[in-house]
């Protein structure tokens, strides 16, 4: 497992009993914003999906007449931009961070690696998705 705590807290949240090798977990960069500063904008292809470090990141939807909707305040050790990443389509949101603020960051690297390399890892990232499809915001114990 990594030595990164904020790393290994994304992990114990989110991918339970998932062991993360040191080499994959050495490809998982860290990022730093600026209060307001924009992760990426709507309709944006990302190549990477992220998890807060540190700090808060405002996701938000622009509608067509210039509304604004906050969708959430994503703080630690939470997950975003994952399904337009894994499913390889724009974003439909945008993320600007709230504050200074910190995320990690899993190019495709880290997650084709991740995926065909880690066992478990593909299953806990079904489970998280389907939590999300749910509306639940954490999983079962």
Do not use: W
Request: net charge positive; charged share 25%.
């Amino acid at each position: 497992m990594s030595p990164d705590p904020a790393l290994r807290r994304v992990f114990e949240a989110h991918f339970p009993g998932v062991a993360l090798p040191s080499d994959i977990a050495a490809g998982i960069a860290r990022r730093r914003l600026a209060d307001g500063r924009s992760l990426f904008m709507q309709g944006q292809k990302t190549t990477a999906f992220y998890a807060v470090a540190a700090g808060e990141i405002e996701t938000r939807f622009s509608a067509a007449n210039g509304t604004v909707s906050v969708i959430e305040n994503v703080g630690p050790p939470r997950l975003f931009g994952l399904a337009a990443f894994a499913a390889g389509r724009p974003s439909e949101y945008e993320a600007i961070a709230r504050g200074a603020s910190e995320v990690l960051v899993f190019g495709r690297e880290a997650y084709t690696r991740l995926m065909d390399e880690v066992p478990g890892f593909a299953r806990a990232l079904l489970a998280e998705f389907a939590c999300r499809r749910s509306g639940a915001r954490t999983r079962p114990a």
